[in-house]
């Protein structure tokens, strides 16, 4: 096993992948950016690096300086969290050719599933359903419309690179299609570098649903079950829970084997994420993650597996533990996204925390670098902790959720936590009837009403 890992990270994950470390008997290499010096994840690291400058351009994706960190350090694999470089192939390659063992897939399935019309042609030709599109990217409006129109609209129109809402637009109807990929090819241009779009059937209210993967590097493949994570705002997720109310138990087992039985044929390995929009008893597919997910701890907690150190065990050229039989689900879990923001107006709220109390008890867990004095800085994303809570049944998980939310206390800044209270008294979140498109409905709503 490795003895030193280096966490190519920051924040809730970088403790969360120490905290895993450390109970594996592995010494910890923390990194850090000049604003980070006093982060509880350097804090508690065995060593740390700084290296560089606030921006996360200077620092936190500064590759040269992250190598020369592992190889000051002598750490013999690098960890990348999610977010920054966790998929970024050409970082990966990097890593393993200077002798250092990436804690992910290979840079190929990493290159794979960032294109997305090429991940959408491997999934299919692997047996995993796909909405209804382009087989490649526009060269042709004009043949393009031809097939919006035979596709029917509205459509939706994606960038090949990238994600998180940016370069995607609807068009409504056979007018406002060329507008729809200029446009979309413009953000994605500005925002990935590179114009490729693709279209896909615009799906109306469905659920997005994501299936945990895991694999080693000797053909072994287990799935850990789906994640709801169909309240959004802006195509960003904020709550996730698992399992989904609104699979039944057929439908869990059915997209489970075809999710795992594709990442088998496709050599997969470590932890990775199929994404499905699902409708209508339909599931279609949308995306891999070839990393680890914010959202992970609600399958650890009804799975009772800690995804990170199966992703350590895996890259250290390990055999899974465990076969799809041994895997048993366990009550219910729901992580609440607790960011550095005005619930009200969303916009963002660095500064110092000047009290902080984390809740406690039975099936309740905090994911978070925060503590009392610690000062929040302005140029990272706002995400400041994960509350997640598990139970027995859903209507448990929701009363534990409420109480959990009114025992956490963040002073100094505004946080979301109003919001999830917020959301505890809505019937249609309570009773599990939602959507993608339900929250940013409701908050128009509510904002509305105020």
Known sequence: MFEKILIANRGEIALRVHRACREMGIRTVAIHSEADADAMHVRLADESVCV????????????????????????????????????????????????????????EHIRLMGDKIAAKKAVKDAGIPVVPGSDGGITDIDEAKKLADEIGYPVLVKAASGGGGRGMKVAKDAASFREAVETASAEAL??????AVYLEKYLGQPRHIEIQILADQHGNVVHLGERDCSLQRRHQKILEEAPSPALTPEARAKIGAITRDAVAAI??????????????????????????QVEHPV????????????????????????????????????????NAEDPATF?????????????????????????????????Y??????????????????????????????????????????????????????????????????????
């Open 52 to 107: 560089g400058p606030p921006p996360a351009g200077k620092s936190y994706l500064n590759i040269p300086q992250i190598i020369a960190a592992c190889e000051i350090t002598g750490a013999q694999a690098v960890h990348p969290g999610y977010g920054f470089l966790s998929e970024n192939a050409r970082f990966a390659e990097i890593v393993e050719a200077h002798g250092i063992a990436f804690i992910g897939p290979t840079a």
């Open 190 to 195: 500005a925002a990935f570098g590179d114009g």
């Open 267 to 292: 050599g997969y390995r470590g932890v990775g994420t199929i994404e499905y929009l699902y409708e209508n008893g339909e599931f279609y597919f949308i995306e891999m993650n070839t990393r680890l």
């Open 299 to 338: 399958t650890e907690a009804i799975t009772r597996i800690d995804l990170v150190r199966e992703q350590i065990r895996v890259a250290n050229g390990e055999e899974l533990g465990f076969t799809q039989d041994d895997i048993k689900f366990n009550g219910w879990a729901i992580e609440c996204r607790i």
């Open 347 to 379: 916009a963002p709220s660095p500064g110092k925390v000047t009290d902080f109390h984390a809740p406690g008890g039975l099936g309740v867990r905090l994911d978070s670098a925060l503590y009392a004095g610690y000062a929040i800085p302005p140029y």
């Open 381 to 450: 994303d706002s995400l400041i902790g994960k509350l997640i809570v598990h139970g027995r049944t859903r209507e448990e998980t929701l009363l534990r959720l409420r109480r959990a939310l009114e025992e956490m206390v963040v002073g100094g800044i505004k946080t979301t936590t109003p919001l999830f209270l917020e959301l505890l008294e809505e019937p249609a979140f309570v009773s599990g009837d939602y959507h993608i498109r339900w929250l940013e409905s409701w908050l128009a709503e509510r904002n509305t009403a105020n």
